[in-house]
C-alpha cells in the first residue's frame, strides 16, 4: 500500500484574501498605485499615448474652488465622471479626464480677507500705497493658495477619481491666464467687449458687482409702506374722489429718495387722466411725472408704482424707455451719498429708511404699514442684503455682431444654433427649453468685479481717460505713445468675473491658440483629440453661468463646440428632501461616509458655522436622531455605487445614507463569493486547456474534457443580456440602470442562485461537469469584476489581481483590461427556461413549508408525479436549493396521491409535487379550521366595511384599494385551507 498523500492544493490569491473586505487598506493601497502606474494619463488604456486609429473620449471635470472641500454633489458628479471614464477607457477609447480648480475670486479673497481681520488689519493696510497693498495682498492669497489649495483634489484621490493629473489646470496658472488677457483683446478688437454704467447687482461689504450665481433669494418678513405723494398742483380726481396725491407701496422707503417718476398702466381708467402731471417728491425738494408703462400690475397695491431706475433693475428698463433720470443714492458701501437730502447723508441704507418712515410720519404722508412676505436678495459669500447699483462696468455684447465676424453672427446665436442643430445635445432632452428660454433672452454680460485677487482686467487708462487694451503694459504704452509720446498709464484696478476664466476652460486646456490649425487637423494632438469632449456632466443650477458661456466662447473662439453632449444629473440633497447647507446643519462631508465618523465629533461638525447659532441644539438633536452612532466605514466603493444606482434623469436626489450599507453588504456578498470561488477553483483544472467544441456539447461523452450543465449555460447566457443592458445604461448616461442590472445578476443570479447550483455540480459531478462548472464559475467572476469595475474600482482591483490568473486572463490591472462586450450568439434560451423551471420548483417547495409551517432547517421529502426527465435531472440541485432530503419521482398517480397522502399540492407546468411529513391528522384538522373560522371573520369584517356606503364615501381611494385586496388575499388563502382541510378528511375516511 502507497505511503504516497495527494498534494495540498496550492492557492496562493485566496490565502492573500483577508477574511472579510475591508475597504480602507485597499483603497489606500490602489489609489496611489494606480497614479504611480499612469493610468489616468490621456491616451489609449494607460498607455499614457494615444491611438490615431481609437476614437476619443474627452470630460472636463468642472472645476470646484480652490478653496472649497468636497461635498456631496462633487461626490455624486465625480462619481458619474469617473465611472464613464473608466468604462470608455476600458473600452479601448483615447481617453481624457481634465482636472482643475477655480480660482474662486470672491470666496477665496474672503478667505484670506477673514484670516487678516483675525490680525485686526485690512487687505488695504498691506503697503504704503494702494499699489503695494494690493500686489501684497495677491501675493498672500497665492501662498495661501500654496499651503491650502489642494484639499480637494486630495479628498478626489480619495474618492477613486482616475483624473489625469499631469494635465491639472489652476485658471490663474501662467497658461490659461495667458489665454483670458488673448481672448479679452481680441473681443475688444471685435467690437464684443465694452465698458459702460450699467445696473449690477452689489454687495456693499464687498464693495463689488457680484454675478447672479452668488445672489440668493430668500424668503424673510418684511414691510410694505404706503405713502402719499402729493400733486403738484393741487388735490385731483381718482374715481370720482377728490384726492390730495398718489399712494404707492414699496418695502424699500430708503430708494424714494432717488424716484425720477410715479408709473400707472396706460389702460388703467382710474389714473388715464392723470399721466403728464407732476407730484411732489416727499422728503426732497423736487417734482416727478407721473408716466404711463404697461409693466405696472394694476392689481398691485394702489396700481401706481414708484420708478427708482438707480435701484431696481424693472425700474431702470423703464427708466431707460422713458428716459428718466438716473440718480444713484447710495455710496458704494450702501451709505446715502451727496445726491440725497443732507438729513439723511452718511446714513446707512437701513438707519435712513427708519429716518425716511419717521419723516413721512411726522408729515402726514405715510398712510399705513403692513407686514409683507418678500424675497430678500442675499449674497451667499458675506451674507448681505445685495443692492442693485449702477456703476461703471466691463461688459461682453452677447446680441451684437462684430463686423469682423465671418458668420454674420453673434456669439449668443452661434450657441443657440450649435443646440439647435444637434451639435451639442441636452441629456434629459428637456433641459433644453431651459437654455433656450436663458438664450433668448439673454442680456449682456458683465464680467467685471472689483475684487484684487483675480485676472485683472489688461487696460489701461492715460491721464486723459483714453483707454488702451492690450495683452501687456508694453504693448498698451506703445498704443498710448502712438498718439503722443510720455502718457502714463494706469491699469484698470476691477479683475474678472471667475466665469469668465471657467467659460475658456474646454479650449484654454487644450493648447489654444497655438494647438489651433489653420488647415486640416492632427489626429494625436489634445486639441484635435479632445476639443469638443465628449460630454459635459453638471448639475442644472449652472447651466446659465457655466453651460452657456462655455458654448458662447467655444464657439467664437475655435469654431467648435466645447462638448458633443451636457449631462445635466439633480442636486444632492438630505435625507428629507432638503438642500444641504453647512449653514444649516445637514451636510454630510463624503469623505465621513468613507472613513466613518464618531458621534461626537460629528456632532461638533454639524454644529459649527451655521447660520443661525442658536439652532444647534436642534441640530444636535436632529443628527444624533438620524445617526445615533455616528456613521459606520462605508468605503469609496459603496458610496459610489450609492451614487450609481441613484443617478436617474431626475431633478433631485434625496441622499438617505442607509442606502450605502446595502452596497456595502453588496461589497461583502462579491467578497466571499469570490473567497467561495478561488477556493473551488484556484489551483484545480478550470478548463482552460486547449479543447474542442465537441468536447464541450451538451449532454457530450460522459468523460469528455468538459459537460457544461444547463445552470453553467445559463448563468453564461444571462450575463450576455446583463453586457447589453451595461452597454445600453453608459450610453445612455443611465448609470443607475447599469448600477441596478449589475447589482441584481451579482447578488441574485450569480451568488444566490449559480453558487448554490455550482456547489451540488462540483460535489456530485464527474471531472467533465466539475471541470465545465470550475470554468464557468471564474471566468463568470472575472466578467463580474470587470463589468463593475467602473464603478467600484478599489474592490474590484483587489479582487480582479487574484481571480485574473486563474481566469486565465492577462495584464496588469482591471482597469486597463477590455471592458466585456455582450455576445448574443451565447445566449441559450433553452437553459435560461430550464433553470427558471427549476427556480419555480424551488419557490415552489419554500411555498408549501410556508403552508405547513414547516422550518427551513427541516429537510423533507418532495414527492413528485410528472416531468419525470426533468424532474430526475434537476433533482440533485432541487434537494440542496429547496433543503430536501429526498427527490421521489413517481410514475403512478395512485402510488404517488396514496404517499402523498394529506400534504398540500403544488402544481408546477406538468408535474404535481408536495413535501411530505407525518401530520397528526387529529390535531391538523382543528388547527385548520381554527383558522378557517379566522380568516371567515376577517372576510366579514373588510366587507362590512366595503358595504357601509358612508366608509366607502369618505375613506381615500388607496384604503379602499388597500382593503379590496386583504379581503382577495384572505380568500385565496381561505381557498387553500379548504383545500387542505378537504385533503385531510378525505385521507382520513380512506384510512
Known sequence: MSNETTPAIQQPGLESLSKSFEPAALEAHWGPEWEKRGYGVAGHRGTQAPRADAPSFAIQLPPPNVTGTLHMGHAFNQTIMDSLTRYHRMMGFNTAWIPGTDHAGIATQIVVERQLQGQGISRHDMGPTPAEARKNFVSKVWGWKEQSGNTITQQMRRMGDSVDWTREYFTMDDKLSKVVSETFVKL???????RGKRLVSWDPVLQSAVSDLEVENTEADGKMHY???????????????????????????????????LAVHPEDERYKHLVGKKVNLPLCDRQIPIIADDFVDREFGSGCVKITGAHDANDYACSMRHNLPLI????????????????????????????????????????????????????????????PMLTDQWFVAVNKVSPQDPTGKSIAQKAIDAVHTG???????????????????????????????????????????HVYVAKSEAEAQAQADAKGPGKKLKRDEDVLDTWYSSALVPFSTMGWPEAAPASGSNKTQDYDLYLPSSVLVTGYDIIFFWVARMIMMTTHFTGRVPFKHVYIHGLVRDAQGKKMSKSEGNVLDPVDLIDGISLEPFLEKRSQGLRKPETAPQVRKNTQKEFPEGIPAYGADALRFTFAALAS????????????????????????????????????????????????AVGGPAHGYMSFSQADRWISSKIQRVEADVAKGFAEYRLDNVA?????????????????????????????????????????????????????????????????????????????????VSQPERIDEPAEAHVVKLKTLVDACRNLRGEMNVSPATKLPLYVLGDSEF??????????????NEVKVFDSEADWTK?????????????????????????????????????????????????????????????????????????ATLSKMKAQLLQLESTALKS
Open 649 to 696: 434623469l431626475g431633478r433631485s436626489i434625496n441622499f438617505d445614507s442607509k442606502r450605502c450599507e446595502g452596497y456595502r453588504n453588496f461589497c461583502n456578498k462579491l467578497w466571499n463569493a469570490t473567497r467561495f470561488v478561488l477556493m473551488n477553483c484556484e489551483g484545480q483544472d478550470c478548463g482552460l486547456k486547449e479543447h474542442t467544441k465537441a468536447e464541450c
Open 328 to 387: 444713484t443714492i447710495f455710496t458704494l458701501a450702501a451709505a446715502v451719498n451727496e445726491n440725497g437730502p443732507k438729513a439723511y447723508q452718511g446714513m446707512d441704507r437701513f438707519v435712513a429708511r427708519k429716518a425716511v418712515i419717521k419723516d413721512l410720519e411726522a408729515q402726514g404722508l405715510l398712510i399705513e404699514i403692513k407686514p409683507h412676505k418678500l424675497m430678500l436678495p442675499i449674497c451667499a459669500r458675506t451674507g448681505q442684503v445685495v443692492e
Open 188 to 194: 475688444y478688437e471685435q467690437g464684443l467687449i465694452y
Open 871 to 884: 424532474m430526475k435531472a434537476a433533482g440533485p440541485v432541487l434537494q440542496a436549493l429547496a433543503k430536501l
Open 423 to 465: 451639435q451639442v445635445n441636452f441629456v434629459p432632452e428637456n433641459w433644453v427649453n431651459t437654455y433656450d428660454q436663458w438664450m433668448n433672452n439673454i442680456q449682456d454680460w458683465c464680467i467685471s468685479r472689483q475684487l484684487w485677487w483675480g485676472h485683472q482686467i489688461p487696460a489701461w487708462y492715460d491721464e486723459e481717460g
Open 227 to 261: 405713502i402719499l405723494y402729493p400733486f403738484a398742483d393741487g388735490p385731483q380726481h381718482i374715481d370720482g374722489v377728490m384726492q390730495k396725491g398718489m399712494t404707492i407701496a414699496t418695502t424699500r422707503p430708503e430708494t424714494m429718495l432717488a424716484d425720477g417718476a
Open 740 to 820: 441596478n442590472v449589475i447589482y441584481d445578476f451579482v447578488w441574485n443570479e450569480f451568488c444566490d442562485w449559480y453558487l448554490e447550483i455550482a456547489k451540488v455540480q462540483i460535489n456530485t459531478g464527474d471531472a467533465s461537469q466539475q471541470r465545465a462548472t470550475r470554468r464557468t464559475l471564474i471566468r463568470t467572476l472575472e466578467t463580474i469584476l470587470r463589468l463593475v469595475h467602473p464603478i467600484t474600482p478599489f474592490i474590484s482591483e483587489e479582487l480582479w489581481q487574484k481571480v485574473a490568473p486563474v481566469a486565465g486572463r492577462s495584464g496588469p490591472s482591471v482597469s486597463i483590461a477590455a471592458y466585456p
Open 899 to 971: 404517499a402523498a397522502a394529506a400534504a398540500p399540492v403544488a402544481v408546477v407546468g406538468e408535474a404535481r409535487l408536495c413535501l411530505f411529513m407525518e401530520v397528526d391528522v387529529a390535531a391538523e384538522k382543528i388547527r385548520l379550521s381554527k383558522e378557517i373560522a379566522r380568516l371567515e371573520g376577517e372576510i366579514g369584517k373588510a366587507n362590512g366595511k366595503l358595504s357601509n356606503e358612508a366608509f366607502v364615501a369618505k375613506a381615500p381611494p388607496a384604503v379602499i384599494d388597500q382593503e379590496r385586496k386583504r379581503v382577495a388575499d384572505f380568500e
